[in-house]
T-cell receptor, first 114, second 117 residues
Framework: AQSVTQLDSHVSVSEGTPVLLRCNYSSSYSPSLFWYVQHPNKGLQLLLKYTSAATLVKGINGFEAEFKKSETSFHLTKPSAHMSDAAEYFCVVSDLAAGNKLTFGGGTRVLVKP | GAGVSQSPRYKVAKRGQDVALRCDPISGHVSLFWYQQALGQGPEFLTYFQNEAQLDKSGLPSDRFFAERPEGSVSTLKIQRTQQEDSAVYLC???????????????FGPGTRLTVL
C-alpha cells in the first residue's frame, strides 16, 4: 500500500524568503511522485513530477523538489516566496501496485506575509 | 483549449435526496478518475474508467455511490439517499491514456461542492 505524509499542515513565510514543504512517502515499488497546488475555488494544478530520471525536479513558478530514496522524502522548495504562492499544496504518490490512482497527502496550507 | 469541466459547481441537497454530478473530460482523454475531497483534507480516490470500462471502484464508500461513463467520454457520479457525511468536493480528472506512472498526467476539473443538509 502507498501513503503520503505531509509533515506540516500550515506554513507561514514572509514574501521574499525561502519556502520548504516537507513530504515523506511509502510505496511498495518505485513510485511516481507529484506536487499539486490548489488555489481557492480553482482546480488542482500540477507543479512538478518525478519520473525516476533526475532526482532534482524543476517545476513551474520557480518550485523544485528533490527525490531522496534513502529518506523516502520528496520535499518542495522555492528560494523566494511570492504573494501569489499562498495556496494549498499536496504531495502525491502513484505506483504500479496501486494502478492508476493517485494517493494524496493531507495538504500544507501556505500563508505568505507581506 | 477546454480543460476538464464539471457541473454543477455547487449542489445543495436535503438528506435522503439523490444527486448526479457530471464530468466532461478533455476531448480524447481515455482515462477518467473521480476523487472526493472532504473539508480540510486531501482528495481521496473513488473510481477509475478507461474508456467506458470501470476498471477500479475500490474507493467508492458505499453502494449508494455509482459512477458511469457509457460512451467513454462524459461521466456521471450518482449518489443515492445522500447523507451528511457525503458533503465534500467531488473532483474529476482525466488523462490522455491508460497505464500508471508520471507520463499520464491527470488534469483536474474545478470540482463540485456538495452540501447535504
Amino acid at each position: 500500500a502507498q501513503s503520503v505524509t505531509q509533515l506540516d499542515s500550515h506554513v507561514s513565510v514572509s514574501e521574499g524568503t525561502p519556502v520548504l514543504l516537507r513530504c515523506n512517502y511509502s510505496s511498495s515499488y518505485s513510485p511516481s511522485l507529484f506536487w499539486y497546488v490548489q488555489h481557492p475555488n480553482k482546480g488542482l494544478q500540477l507543479l512538478l513530477k518525478y519520473t525516476s530520471a533526475a532526482t532534482l525536479v524543476k517545476g513551474i513558478n520557480g518550485f523544485e523538489a528533490e527525490f531522496k530514496k534513502s529518506e523516502t522524502s520528496f520535499h518542495l522548495t522555492k528560494p523566494s516566496a511570492h504573494m501569489s504562492d499562498a495556496a494549498e499544496y499536496f504531495c502525491v504518490v502513484s505506483d504500479l501496485a496501486a494502478g492508476n490512482k493517485l494517493t494524496f497527502g493531507g495538504g500544507t496550507r501556505v500563508l505568505v506575509k507581506p | 483549449g477546454a480543460g476538464v469541466s464539471q457541473s454543477p459547481r455547487y449542489k445543495v441537497a436535503k438528506r435522503g435526496q439523490d444527486v448526479a454530478l457530471r464530468c466532461d473530460p478533455i476531448s480524447g482523454h481515455v482515462s477518467l478518475f473521480w476523487y472526493q475531497q472532504a473539508l480540510g483534507q486531501g482528495p481521496e480516490f473513488l473510481t477509475y474508467f478507461q474508456n467506458e470500462a470501470q476498471l477500479d471502484k475500490s474507493g467508492l464508500p458505499s453502494d449508494r455511490f455509482f459512477a458511469e461513463r457509457p460512451e467513454g467520454s462524459v461521466s456521471t457520479l450518482k449518489i443515492q439517499r445522500t447523507q451528511q457525511e457525503d458533503s465534500a468536493v467531488y473532483l474529476c480528472a482525466s488523462s490522455y491514456s491508460g497505464g500508471g506512472g508520471a507520463k499520464n498526467e491527470q488534469f483536474f476539473g474545478p470540482g463540485t461542492r456538495l452540501t447535504v443538509l
